[in-house]
């Protein structure tokens, strides 16, 4: 399973980014997906997830409003629109997965993920 996340930068307080993060693994069922961050010192935190079949959402509450989780399964990929972003949301975020292998023997448990880490910067 590999996660790979793209889209983050640097950009004035006030505007506007939108994260992607696209999954592949052959064999893999992807169920919730989502974002964390996590800043120097600080646990990590849930920003945003959302089921596999996109109906249920789950968002931290500063970034509710301002920030819009969405998912293609066609493609196995979410994204993360942020808006009115704010210097106090400048860190690295994380894209995560909870992975299942239906019909496989060997791996019957669920799986955790993560991508690499993309970092946004908001500046004043």
């Known amino acids: 399973v590999q996660l790979v996340e793209s889209g983050g930068g640097l950009v004035q307080a006030g505007g506007s980014l939108r994260l992607s993060c696209a999954a592949s693994?052959?064999?893999?069922?992807?169920?919730?997906m989502g974002w964390y961050r996590q800043a120097p010192g600080k646990q990590r935190e849930l920003v945003a997830s959302?089921?596999?079949?996109?109906?249920?959402?789950r968002y931290l509450g500063s970034v509710k409003g301002r920030f819009t989780i969405s998912r293609d399964n066609a493609k196995n990929t979410i994204n993360l629109r942020m808006n009115s972003l704010k210097p106090e949301d400048t860190t690295v975020y994380y894209c995560?997965?909870?992975?299942?292998?239906?019909?496989?023997?060997?791996?019957?448990?669920?799986?955790?993920?993560w991508g690499q880490g993309t970092q946004v910067t908001v500046a004043t």
């Open positions: 995560n997965t909870q992975v299942t292998f239906p019909g496989n023997s060997y791996y019957q448990g669920e799986y955790d993920y």
């Open positions: 959302i089921t596999s079949g996109g109906g249920a959402t």
């Open positions: 693994g052959s064999t893999a069922r992807f169920n919730v």
